[in-house]
């Protein structure tokens, strides 16, 4: 009894301090905006029943910012369900990636994304078809983003929404500052030379256009005098012209020929880029330091034979 | 002998003791008590056709005569439905009991699909009766014992002698022994004398109304207790596992009752955590919630007015008053009890923004996990645990939670009946045990806490 | 009893890695780790084996177990207080398992083993959970060239033999250091090394190197189904299981050694005390975990002199 006693006074005593939150005080924050002129602008956009709203503040520092935003609002702001965050092109994209990695209270498993315009929020729940875009076409998360951010040895990389609001490229980075947007052909090289499949090549194939989409993708660096890129692919046929008769053993064997050297010369080109960017999206930097354990010569300095082996092994519904 | 004038001294003013002389013999019984077709059938006819009587056991046909040596054994036979015969130099006591008691009901507390429909009844005889039918063995011994100064009421020990422990056997005995009260109504009033009135809210003891039960209690190594005049039996020593699972698992297929058997351990737990798991992912760690769920949540809970966790304490008790006020009515206003609460503080309550419906949800999730275990105690029990995990969640959230597992677990741990460990299959971890209980398994084995005789099926 | 004196000093012998030790070797073995862990598994699987003492009574022994007490509810609650209760003064949140130790320690013995075996069955529950839903995000491209020298491989196997088999000293009867618990100790060094493995796996030299709580960080990267996700408060039950096995033992030991076993119920607030007035400087801490390893070291030996010593005379 005197226990109970003991356990209602305290019941009493503590509730509603200390981490005590009931959820009507909560902002769900879906996605954060985050802009920096002269000082931080945030705009953080809050979950709420069927639709969201987005609040703004600014503040010399992004915790003073947060707290801007707090005081137009009756509630706290809550990361741990966060879906993306979303970045302008003139913010350090380092002190803000470690300002949320600090905090225990924020999830690692939303998106990271650099904006070319800050008029995002023009619909409901932006943050999270956002996070499902991305989520679906296999982009690197926050968590994968950190990883490269704090290798010394490989720049990163970061979807980049257009003023469509949609994810045609990918940032990538050189050292602090954007080298170069990638395309959308070449993302789909990026993902072949990352491991990552989805991506669909376009060939020529007798003057028609032919297109594959990569099932199962494995890529191997081999590296010595030279670096060796081997990419051996699985790929189902999605799109050829019907005068094309793929019934024939021959004709399957020449478009795998084609597709070949397409991506081949798209690779070349890809790389030769990278080089000419200085923006080593891929890590190769950090697997020659890992081969020779130093980096007298970078990444930039090697050349490089590109081997592809594609295999088509579906053609779906259709015998020709 | 002077036992006549004892009688007449002491039973003075009791108007139903009937003595009645007959051809020198005396006739002393208690009407209510006794039969008189039995009287008229086992005693009077006998005598009546005899001349001259010279030794009064060979002439009564009835079946049970008993000797009586001293004036304490004959007012303990009298008083138990006896007749005594007095004549000039014996005295005995024939069994003329009457038949106060009800039929061989089905059981209504535990009952079953499939298994036998039998249950106990208040006369201690029939109960014998029931469980004897089901062991024939020689083995199974019952030690009988009167307590109470007034009651005198019977009590028996049941256990099989060469698969019972010895030292279990005894220390009831002693117990039984030492036993001194005026007198005692129900089984239920005899389990305070067993056991030392500890802290501990779990039942010491398992009651059950099937025979069944019993004798596969009894098969196990058990003590059973059994008492005139209540219809239920105490099983000795009863462990947790015990109460969560019935016996009439055993008549169905094995694979299909161990899903049933996890999902009770599971409503178990569910009916002591969830309330408190609630408050405190709701209020605490809500980033275990996934994103559209915790929405969903907020939303219901827009304009309740009440903190969580008062909403909870308030939800759980009018809960209570509902199960309560339910069980004392009787069952023809039950219904408009249950269409009150379901309406009102279901409906309304929710509609009038006093709760959300998530904790309406939540709590009928506790009560009805709750309501799978037929003992009303171990549901007593199991709400003292749901309010002090509460309390502690409400101000530490889910490392509360953490802390008041492990002191639950300590909790139960240290709780012995007879020295055997309530937690028992658990810890200590016996796996004979648990493929009776928890699961259902073939088992050869006794286990070893409550017998000494290894195997099953050996002699 | 043999089997529970077993799964007691499993939990306990992973107790000291959680916030000190496992960040730690991490951050100097790098990708050699398991080379460490070999080694280590295998020197502390010696040790265990031939180190045979008994615990006397001394006021040496409760002032060593006094120690590992403040050091294990030290990271006990800054542990909770940075997961769970980011906003709960520090002293609030030991009070709770002082409560619990206290309650515990004043039943009989028996209690604790009987606690630890079902603690131990929820513990591999969780871990096994924490393991496969993990798996899938581990890479062996982590285990790169991170310029680690040799020496750092073997401190930290060191350093692994050291924090694994100190807390089971304490528990040390002179019957009970058999074979079994070599066993025990070799499956506990064995789940403690996959976790080391997946972290480093998962977060690669660098996240290592800058996170707190690397074993916690990649629990948030838990996602049953694409539903449950962000369980890592509920599956880090794993460490405070661990933790309060580990204050149980130390306390018990406490207990063992006075005279009057009531002694505990005034020692450990004092204990929770002078934890929480340490945890005002947050200097200290960070000095404790930094010399952490020395500290022990001292300990263990100081524990091993005392008690050999004594037992030879007697």
Redesign the interface.
Same mark, same amino acid.
């Given at each position: 009894m005197k226990k109970l006693i003991l356990?209602?006074i305290?019941?009493f005593l503590?509730?509603?301090?200390?981490?005590?939150?009931?959820?009507?005080e909560?902002g769900?924050a879906?996605s954060i905006l985050i802009d920096y002129t002269d000082q931080f602008e945030v705009t953080v956009e809050i979950?709420?029943?069927e639709k969201s709203e987005t609040y703004k503040g600014s503040g010399k520092t992004l915790d003073n910012a947060f707290n801007n935003i707090i005081l137009g609002t009756e509630r706290d702001l809550?990361y741990?369900?966060l879906?993306a965050i979303i970045l302008t092109e003139n913010v350090n994209v380092k002190d803000i990636i470690s300002y949320f990695?600090r905090n225990?209270?924020v999830?690692?498993?939303f998106y990271l994304v650099i904006t070319e315009t800050t008029d995002i929020y023009k619909e409901d729940k932006f943050g999270k078809t956002l996070s499902n875009i991305l989520k679906r076409d296999n982009m690197s998360n926050f968590?994968d983003i950190?990883?490269t951010l704090?290798?010394?040895n490989q720049d990163m990389a970061i979807p980049y929404l257009n003023r469509q609001l949609k994810i045609e490229s990918i940032a990538a980075y050189d050292e602090q500052s954007i080298a170069f947007n990638l395309s959308l052909e070449e993302i789909d090289i990026y993902k072949l030379l990352t491991n990552n499949t989805g991506s669909n090549i376009v060939t020529s194939y007798e003057g028609e256009n032919v297109e594959i989409k990569v099932n199962e993708i494995t890529t191997k660096y081999k590296l010595n005098d030279e670096i060796k890129i081997a990419i051996e692919l699985e790929a189902s046929l999605v799109e050829i012209d019907q005068t094309i008769d793929t019934s024939n053993l021959d004709t399957i064997a020449k478009i795998e020929e084609s597709l070949n050297k397409e991506i081949v010369k798209q690779t070349a080109t890809f790389i030769d880029k990278l080089k000419y960017t200085k923006s080593d999206i891929l890590g190769i930097d950090?697997?020659l330091?890992?081969?020779f354990?130093n980096l007298l010569k970078t990444f930039e300095d090697y050349n490089y034979e590109i081997e592809v082996k594609t295999h088509i092994n579906k053609k779906g519904l259709l015998l020709k | 002998m002077n036992f006549l004038e004892l009688v007449q001294e002491e039973y003075k003013e009791i108007s139903d003791l009937v003595i009645k002389p007959i051809k020198g013999i005396h006739l002393i019984y208690l009407e209510t008590l006794a039969d008189q077709d039995k009287i008229n059938d086992y005693i009077l006819k006998a005598v009546a056709s005899k001349r001259i009587i010279t030794d009064i056991k060979k002439v009564l046909p009835s079946p049970n005569v008993k000797d009586i040596k001293n004036y304490k054994e004959l007012k303990l036979y009298l008083e138990t439905g006896f007749t005594i015969v007095l004549t000039d130099n014996e005295a005995i006591a024939i069994e003329t009991k009457a038949n106060i008691t009800r039929s061989i009901d089905t059981p209504s507390t535990e009952p079953t699909i499939f298994g036998p429909k039998d249950s106990l009844t208040e006369n201690y005889q029939i109960n014998l009766g029931l469980i004897k039918r089901r062991i024939k063995s020689n083995h199974l011994k019952n030690e009988v014992t009167y307590i109470g100064r007034f009651t005198k009421t019977l009590i028996s020990t049941l256990y099989i002698d060469n698969v019972a422990e010895k030292e279990l056997v005894d220390q009831v005995r002693e117990k039984m022994q030492n036993i001194v009260i005026d007198g005692i109504n129900d089984i239920g009033e005899l389990k305070q004398f067993l056991v030392k009135e500890t802290k501990n809210v779990f039942p010491a003891f398992k009651m059950t109304e099937r025979p069944d039960i019993i004798a596969k209690s009894l098969l196990e190594g058990k003590i059973v207790i059994l008492m005139d005049t209540s219809p239920y039996a105490l099983i000795i020593p009863s462990f947790l596992a015990d109460f969560i699972n019935p016996v009439s698992d055993d008549y169905t297929k094995n694979i299909n009752v161990n899903f049933l058997k996890i999902l009770r351990f599971l409503c178990f737990f569910l009916s002591i955590i969830t309330p408190a798991f609630y408050v405190a992912i709701?209020?605490?760690n809500?980033?275990t919630i996934p994103?559209s769920l915790?929405?969903?949540?907020?939303?219901q809970?827009?304009g309740?007015p009440f903190?969580?966790?008062i909403e909870c304490l308030i939800t759980l008790i009018i809960c209570e008053i509902l199960r309560e006020s339910d069980t004392r009515f009787p069952s023809s206003y039950g219904s408009a009890i249950s269409i009150l609460g379901a309406l009102v503080l279901g409906d309304a309550a929710v509609s009038a923004g006093i709760v959300s419906p998530i904790m309406i949800i939540v709590i009928a999730i506790t009560f009805i996990s709750s309501l799978i275990f037929t003992d009303l105690e171990i549901i007593n029990a199991i709400r003292h645990w749901r309010f002090?995990f509460l309390?502690?969640c409400?101000?530490y959230?889910l490392y509360g939670i953490g802390l008041s597992l492990i002191f639950f677990i300590a909790n139960m741990s240290n709780y012995e009946v007879f020295n055997k460990p309530y937690f028992y299959p658990i810890s200590p971890f016996d796996p004979s045990y648990i493929k009776e209980t928890l699961f259902k398994m073939r088992n050869t084995r006794r286990s070893k806490i409550l017998s000494h005789n290894k195997y099953k099926g050996e002699a | 009893m043999k089997r529970e004196f077993n799964i007691l000093n499993y939990l306990n012998s992973r107790a000291l890695f959680m916030g000190i030790g496992l960040s730690k070797l991490l951050i100097q073995a790098h990708e050699y780790i398991w080379i460490s862990l070999i080694l280590g598994t295998i020197i502390g699987a010696i040790l265990i084996h031939f180190v045979k003492f008994k615990m006397k009574k001394s006021l040496l022994n409760v002032v060593i177990c006094s120690i590992l007490f403040v050091i294990g509810l030290n990271i006990l609650i800054n542990m909770i207080s940075?997961?769970?209760?980011?906003?709960?003064?520090k002293l +609030?949140v030991g009070i709770p398992i002082i409560l619990l130790v206290m309650y515990i320690l004043n039943k009989r013995e028996v209690i604790i083993y009987r606690v630890a075996n079902i603690l131990f069955v929820l513990n591999i529950f969780l871990y096994v959970v924490a393991m496969l839903s993990l798996v899938s995000d581990f890479h062996l491209e982590n285990f790169?060239?991170s310029?680690t020298p040799i020496q750092n491989v073997i401190f930290s196997a060191l350093e692994f033999a050291l924090f694994s088999t100190l807390p089971t000293l304490i528990t040390r009867d002179e019957n009970t250091a058999n074979i079994s618990l070599v066993k025990t100790y070799i499956i506990s060094a064995i789940t403690m090394g996959t976790w080391f493995l997946l972290t480093y796996g998962i977060?690669?030299a660098? +996240?290592v190197?800058?996170?707190r709580y690397p074993e916690y960080?990649i629990l948030?990267?838990i996602?049953i189904m694409n539903f449950l996700?962000?369980i890592e408060n509920i599956v880090s039950f794993v460490w405070l299981f661990d933790i309060i096995i580990f204050l149980l033992c130390n306390g018990n030991a406490i207990k063992k050694n006075v005279d009057n076993p009531k002694v505990i119920n005034i020692l450990l607030p004092i204990l929770l005390l002078i934890t929480a007035f340490i945890n005002r400087f947050y200097i200290l801490i960070l000095y404790i975990y930094k010399y952490s390893s020395i500290i022990l070291l001292i300990l263990a030996i100081l524990l091993f002199v005392a008690n050999k010593k004594r037992h030879q005379t007697s």
């Open positions: 356990l209602f305290t019941l503590v509730t509603g301090c200390y981490n005590y939150h009931d959820l009507n909560l769900i879906s979950l709420e029943d809550y741990n369900h879906d990695m225990p209270e999830n690692n498993t968590f950190t990883q704090f290798e010394e950090k697997m330091y890992n081969k354990h | 709701t209020t605490f809500q980033e994103t915790l929405i969903n949540f907020q939303a809970r827009e309740v903190p969580a966790v002090f309390v502690v409400s101000i959230g | 940075t997961m769970y209760l980011t906003e709960m003064p +609030l790169t060239y310029n977060l690669g660098n +996240l190197d800058i996170y960080i948030k990267k996602s996700e962000n």
